[in-house]
């Protein structure tokens, strides 16, 4: 019931907002035709863009590259850029290639053509859009990975022992080493690959002075710098209080505030930062964070545990009770960022953030039900006779103050207590405590002559033993071992569940938000900018007469479109052939083939009679006559959308 109110409530609608920037116009327009050059180009978005160093490239027919004036933003519109032109550019088609960093940090890149007096054969090729270094791509995806497992497990552990007080904290250390190394490695390494992501270059610029400049000056570069700081300071923090045998409250509050403090870095950096509601969805993205660690970097915190079989019940109690109001958290806040990321139900579907969203809904609906299989092992370790229990939770009242959230039932059920009740309760208790259905359990195994706390025990005379340092512990039973080892295979599964929601979460916040994708997809109609469609195909009629045929439907939409096609050879240079016949059928619907009714414009192929009347994947044929008696025919799939 939970799952399915939360996808019913991320689904409810909402207004326009984006989260990458989308290209709103451009000036001359895609696809144009102009008299004169133009003195300058200029870009349009739908939020505020930051600009690269190559953050345009202009390149003439003959693919080669047309200098330009610097880039630089309209005075005082952050959304809007240009680039000055010579003078004189000539004549026929040219192609523009932009790049430019979005609000939320991302960049956004594409491509578009206009015309000087005339259209024109072009050996340049509009890019796909996906223009972006693949290896750095990845190297970029990893380091923001160990950036979320190292915060997880560092925020997590750390709350782990401050929240729910395990007695002994030592084994706990390797996991805030771990999760503090691992934060500030990926940071540095994130602060030096910022340049080359941003440019779409290989990892081999990372120490390039200008684009560490330029990180340093930008608000990702910022973010990443103040993550080190608070990951300084939560160093100093964590030493002091690590000799403290509980944390003080000024430690506590500070521990707080410098959590926060790391969370923000991501907030202040990721899609929250852009948008509609921004303090709003900033807020929520922290809260969604630090909860996010309060309960997956907690998960190893006691499994650690678990394996030294050293953790009292009430450990495991107030874990789960934290992790419950974690959860909450998660959900409320999950809502919020889904309903401000998608925007509406067929987003869901239909887009690749909406599709990431469902396997990640899926993941945490899996981790739920691991940990309620866990809850469930603890509470049948906890069930224990009433009287023994109200025994147990006499002789605890009086020795030790029972802890904030933790009373009546549920300090009476501790699996720790339960076994000391089993022998401090008297010959009766015992025998009650033996019967069927009743068997006690000790998580931690500890000996009854120590508290969990490491507390003395009265002696039989009333006086005061001496605490000893090094609790005995009594052997486990085997129904004491089997529930430990179940509740240790439940948490084990959940790190693992844990691990692939963190990867999910990563993959997420760097794809388009399916709000956005709808916006960009309106400025573009709104301001009527055809997305062209450039196929390549390739042919080899034999005896060395081969090459490609590239070409270009403009828009590639339903309806109307005009085609160019030309032809190179093996060498790159452009090849005058006898025909080209280009025609269209769509499969599905028992369409076509359509002639597209190619002429020859000297030096290139065109027809601007091509009507396609429907969506769908055609196949697109190509027959290339290369003399009077050979050709040969190649077939391509083409996507018009509407």
Known sequence: MLLGTVLVLLLLGGGPASAHAALRGTDPADGSVVKTSPRAITLTFTESVGLLDDSFRVLDPDNQRVRTGKAAHAEGRADTVSVALPEKLGTGTFTVAWRVVSEDSHPVSGAFTFSVGEPSATRAVLPSGADDNPVTDGLYNIGRDLAYIGAALLIGAAAFVALCRPPDRRPLRALLLGGGWALAGSTVFLFFLRGPYEAGTGPAGMFDPSGLTRTLSSRPGLALLARLVLLAAAAVLLLRQSRRETPSRAGLATGAALAVGLALTWAGAE???????????????VLHLLAMAVWMGGLPALLLLLHRASVPSTVVIRFSRLAGASVAVLVATGVYQSWRGLGSWSALTDTTYGRLLLAKLA???????????????VRRGTAVPATTAQAAEAREESRVPEPAGVSGAAASSALVVSARASVQAGASEASEASAPGADPVSVSGEDVSATSEGGPHPAEGGESA??????????????????RRALRRSVLFEVAVSVVVLLLTTILTGTLPGRAAAEAAAAEQSAGLPVASVTIIPFDAGLGM?????????????GDNNVQAVVYGPDGGFVSIPELRLSFTLPSQDIGPLDAKLTDRGGYWASDGLSLPIPGTWEMKATVRVTDTDQVSETKPVEIVR
């Open 363 to 377: 993941a945490v609906a899996v981790l739920l039900a691991a940990g309620a299989l866990s809850r469930r092992t």
């Open 466 to 483: 001496p605490a000893d340092p090094t609790p005995r512990r009594r052997p486990l039973s085997p129904a004491e071992d089997t529930r």
């Open 271 to 285: 899609h929250a930062s852009a948008g509609i509601q921004v303090p709003a969805a900033m807020t929520s993205s």
């Open 546 to 558: 081969r090459g490609t045929v590239q070409v270009t439907l403009d828009p590639g939409r339903v």
